[in-house]
Nanobody, 122 residues
Framework: QVQLVESGGGLVQAGGSLRLSCAAS????????MEWYRQAPGKQRELVAT???????YYAGSLKGRFTISRDNPKNTVYLQMNSLKPEDTAVYYC????????????????WGLGTQVTVSS
């Protein structure tokens, strides 16, 4: 019903920047919050940032100031601007859209993208 496709990952040197994008498509009626998570090797998946439909944002404590989440509601797209990247930011970054109203007849479900790899070299 809904597909989330991330893009923008890659290899970057420490101190560099990347901008991730996540586009949602399908039989979408409405998307509320959109979120970015990341999972480093051997670690649990963790929340990076959340943005509401109205534009309110939340960041994991250590990331605020370096990462910026934004969205384009007409395009059903969320972005993550990552600056001053560190090797510990290396992870697979996932987009999540919780509580999406989609389908025929419409129903609420959570959706995840397949992830995009971010590698920060020292």
């Amino acid at each position: 019903q809904v597909q989330l496709v991330e893009s923008g990952g890659g290899l970057v040197q420490a101190g560099g920047s990347l901008r991730l994008s996540c586009a949602a498509s399908g039989t979408i009626v409405s998307i509320n919050d959109m979120e970015w998570y990341r999972q480093a090797p051997g670690k649990q998946r963790e929340l990076v940032a959340t943005i509401t439909r109205g534009g309110s944002t939340y960041y994991a404590g250590s990331l605020k100031g370096r990462f910026t989440i934004s969205r384009d509601n007409p395009k059903n797209t969320v972005y993550l601007q990552m600056n001053s990247l560190k090797p510990e930011d290396t992870a697979v970054y996932y987009c999540k859209a919780p509580w999406v109203l989609a389908g025929t007849p419409p129903s609420f479900s959570d959706y995840w993208g397949l992830g995009t790899q971010v590698t920060v070299s020292s």
